[in-house]
């Protein structure tokens, strides 16, 4: 068993490099995407300078939209398109350094660069700034060399003084490091090694390109940046995944709670008019998609009755406890029989037909044969077997739950994952359809491994080897 | 004496008696077929240009009789004839031919004050025709509203321009159709009215006639994907399972790291790069469904070849495509057709949830999805999503029902209820 799950795990992770490279791919061959849309932009930009500036030139404004090679050379890197596709993979993954900052400047000439604001309780705020030189030295050799931080302006005493005390503090990371290599402050002025790595040389021009690297990837728990949104990928997600899951698993927990006593008691009057008829019902209930129901519903109750749309009321947290416990299930309504529409019908009858099955095997005749009431017999024997089917399914369902719905969150217009990655999807926004498909991926894999152990938890009679 | 011998059925044929037994089953079956067929045909019913016309033009024709007054054997200008009706099939003529009358062939040069160009608009030929009352007619099909044409404009009053703004002010006399005092015009979506039974989406196009060439669109394209998914999924998982070994541990490793793509997300990504057409679309579906009956074909297969026929067919020197194809295949149908039903199913709400999302087919293809997605995008227009919604059910459900009655018959589970 143990070595059965290690088996599995060491699996997933094939399993997911696969789908990752595999959707990263397409992302890149795709066209038209964030870099050939910035491209356009600024071609778009350009000319609308070029018509309104020299409206008489109309052949010069052709040549304008143009990007110059350079220019097109310094967006490619920006979007990191220099490299090939698999390099770019591994970037996204954090197994090879990103560059996360880069320069092009002279040899022997130097640029500052700002590190970071910091502010001190009450006091001003400081631009903190070193300055990076790249020079030969005597073999020839390339070299880049920067002053430590600061060096511009003159340090108040405040700031010494506290800086020791706030050593600890993650806020001022930069400037402490920066510090402890500088145990005083005379060799501020001199200058140092820089963590400014050289890309290329160019040696007719003298110009040189700076990349300052990183491992920055999924490894390090980085999910990309939304350039739309403005935020990192990993806060989008967090923000949203309660909201998924809550539907999600209210969904699941309700559903189970309705549709295994509905199942045993259509095993138990099988056949009867109660049997045919909620048959149908579910069946019914099977053939209309969720999101489709959901929009009857919304026609119907929406508005009047129900919220249109939306998680919560705006003033959500303005309210009483009892306000919003009342504004959520306001919400919730709706949306939630959606939701569990769509596992209703399985569940049911997957109970019945596993319960139906159960009654007739042969350790029931003997519990019968024992004299013990039908309702025992049932209850006690027969019930706990058939429920192994349905919580296998648990860890699957799960999975796809978690990872939220497209259909059913545009319906109801409620922020979560599958809203935030449909919008991904438009707005070809890669780090976040990228970070999307890690996460789901993820759910869905240890989704399924769970299902599996579960499987073999509760029926003895399975061995995994 | 052998001929006296009554041969028993074949299993598969004990199955479809079995299948036939199952009523609910028998007829969904049947009802669907019908529906199936009859979409197909929906050119035959469903069009706005006509079946059959007949038109006298008041012309003489070649070969009509005519009163010869100078006697030289030819008509002249001036000579009365007599005309004869003919008759024209503007829609065989469409479909067959690929080539339509011109409007002024009929007399129909000018359509609520404006001229007439190409085509001829049938159903106010009609109108007219009707209103001339000369015994011209115009056959039209069952239902004549096109699912590509804006249907509405034909419906609003006409009125008589007198400061020529193109539209009606306070005071300017029209016609007043369905006498309710007002000049109506007709914006749309418009709700379900005698006309348009099913009322019509946001471009002013009838609902009925989408939903119908929706439907068969939906079915075929289903049916596309399953057969397609089909052919690559019998395969691959009939030589997994045959041949086994290696090839089956490392295919099924492979097939289970497929599994657990997040399929709809990858198909509905490509969607949005491709702008596919429906075949591609179609083709992009089967990538991804093929490895569901590959997994079931794969383990009937793993069991089957154990059996004696299998040891007996290959010592007889056949070659494993024979073996596969000809002797297993035949007698692991059961999870083939069994599963059927469900893919069916599945990439029906797939067509439709893609259409929904607008990853789907490209407009103004009909589909249901489109038109709850209308609906979504205005709550005020319930007929754009309620009567898809009535269909779709119904189609599932009876495809439901259809699975429930194979799965009886070919998966003879008898339930022996104690006590």
């Known amino acids: ?465 | 004496m052998n001929s006296t011998v009554k041969k028993s059925d074949s299993i598969f044929r004990k199955r479809i008696k079995k299948f036939k037994s199952i009523k609910r089953a028998y007829y969904s079956i049947l009802i669907l077929l019908a529906c199936y067929i009859f979409s197909l045909a929906a050119n035959f019913f469903v069009n706005s240009t006509a079946l059959c016309i007949g038109y006298t033009n008041n012309i003489y024709d070649f070969g009509e009789e005519y009163v010869d007054l100078n006697n030289n054997k030819q008509w002249d200008e001036g000579e009365s004839h007599k005309d004869k009706r003919r008759y024209y099939y503007p829609l065989f003529k469409k479909i067959f031919q690929n080539s339509e009358y011109e409007a002024k062939f009929f007399g129909q040069e000018y359509i609520k004050g404006k001229k007439k160009y190409g085509k001829p608009h049938y159903r106010l030929l009609k109108q007219q025709f009707d209103n001339n009352n000369n015994g011209d007619f115009v056959i039209m099909p069952l239902y004549p509203y096109d699912p590509y044409e804006e249907v509405l404009s034909e419906l609003d009053e006409e009125f008589t321009d007198k400061n020529s703004n193109g539209l009606w002010d306070e005071g300017e006399p029209f016609i007043d159709n369905n006498n309710n005092g007002i000049q109506d015009e007709y914006r749309p979506p418009t709700s379900p009215d005698q006309y348009h039974i099913m009322g019509t989406d946001n471009q002013g196009r009838d609902v009925l006639s989408r939903i119908i060439y929706g439907f068969k669109i939906s079915i075929t394209f289903s049916l596309t994907v399953v057969f397609l998914s089909y052919f690559i999924g019998v395969i691959i998982g009939a030589s997994l399972g045959y041949f086994g070994g290696k090839l089956d541990l490392y295919g099924l490793r492979f097939i289970e790291i497929y599994a657990s793509i997040p399929f709809l997300f990858i198909v509905m990504m490509l969607a949005s790069f491709m702008r596919p057409s429906i075949f591609i679309l179609a083709a992009l579906l089967t990538i991804f469904s093929w490895v569901g009956i590959c997994y079931y074909v794969r383990g009937e297969f793993y069991r089957e070849k154990s059996k004696d026929y299998v040891s007996a067919a290959i010592a007889m020197g056949q070659s494993h495509w024979n073996v596969m194809f000809k002797h297993i295949l035949p007698n692991s149908l059961t999870p083939i057709i069994t599963y059927a039903p469900f893919a069916i199913m599945g990439n029906i709400t797939y067509l439709v949830a893609l259409d929904y999302l607008g990853f789907g087919l490209q407009p103004p293809t009909p589909s249901w999805g489109e038109l709850i997605n209308q609906a979504a995008g205005n709550l005020q227009n319930w007929h754009l999503v309620v009567f898809p919604l009535i269909i779709l059910a119904i189609t599932l459900f009876l495809i439901t029902l259809i699975s429930e009655g194979f799965r009886a018959a070919f998966d003879p589970k008898v339930h022996s209820r104690l006590r």
């Open chain 1, 1 to 465: 068993m143990f070595e059965y799950t290690i088996r599995r795990i060491l699996l997933m992770i094939p399993t997911g490099l696969g789908i990752t490279f595999m959707v990263f791919f397409i992302l890149q061959v795709a066209p038209d995407g964030p870099f050939e849309r910035a491209v356009k932009q600024i071609k778009q930009a350009n000319m609308g300078v070029g018509e309104s500036g020299m409206s008489l030139s109309s052949d010069v404004t052709g040549d304008s939209s143009e990007l110059t090679p350079e220019l097109l050379e310094k967006l490619r890197m920006q979007y990191g398109l220099d490299k090939p596709i698999f390099v770019r993979y591994l970037i996204w993954l954090g197994i090879y350094p990103k560059e996360s900052q880069s320069k092009i400047i002279p040899i022997n000439t130097s640029f500052r660069e700002s590190v970071d604001a910091i502010k001190f309780n009450t006091y001003k705020e400081y631009l903190l700034q070193k300055h990076v030189k790249v020079v030969k030295d005597d073999s020839n050799q390339l070299l880049v060399i920067e002053t430590g931080v600061g060096l511009e302006f003159e340090l108040p005493d405040i700031l010494n003084s506290s800086l020791k005390e706030d050593f600890d503090n993650q806020k001022y990371f930069l400037f402490k490091q920066n510090y402890k290599e500088l145990p005083s402050q005379n060799l501020i002025k001199t200058w140092y090694h820089s963590d400014w790595d050289i890309k290329s040389f160019d040696q007719e021009s003298g110009l040189i390109t700076l990349v300052k690297t990183q491992f920055k990837g999924i490894m390090q728990g980085y999910l990309g940046y939304s350039e739309k949104k403005g935020k990192d990928v990993s806060t989008l997600i967090s923000e949203r995944l309660h909201i998924s899951a809550f539907f999600g698993l209210t969904s699941l927990i309700l559903g189970y709670l309705i549709c295994i006593p509905l199942g045993i008691w259509k095993a138990i009057k099988n056949g009867s008019r109660f049997d045919v008829v909620s048959s149908i019902v579910v069946f019914i209930g099977y053939s209309i998609p969720g999101y489709i129901l959901g929009i009857v519903l919304l026609v119907y109750f929406g508005g009047d009755y129900f919220p249109l749309h939306g998680w919560r009321s705006p003033n959500f947290e303005e309210l009483t406890l009892i306000g919003k416990i009342k504004d959520q299930l306001h919400h919730a309504f709706l949306p939630i029989i959606c939701w569990m529409i769509g596992s209703f019908a399985t569940l049911t009858v997957l109970m019945k037909n596993s319960l139906l099955e159960n009654l007739s095997q042969d350790y029931v005749r003997t519990a019968f044969a024992k004299g013990l009431s039908e309702r025992r017999v049932i209850f006690y024997h027969a019930v706990r077997n058939s429920l192994i089917p349905l919580a296998t399914g648990i860890g699957s369902i799960i999975g796809v739950l978690l990872a939220g719905s497209y259909l059913l969150e545009k319906t109801f217009g409620i922020d979560g994952i599958g809203l935030l990655s449909f919008y991904a999807l438009i707005d070809r926004d890669y780090d976040i359809m990228m970070g999307f498909l890690a996460i789901s991926v993820t759910i869905r894999l240890v989704g399924n491994l769970i299902s599996d152990l579960t499987y073999a938890l509760v029926d003895p009679r399975i061995r995994f080897k």
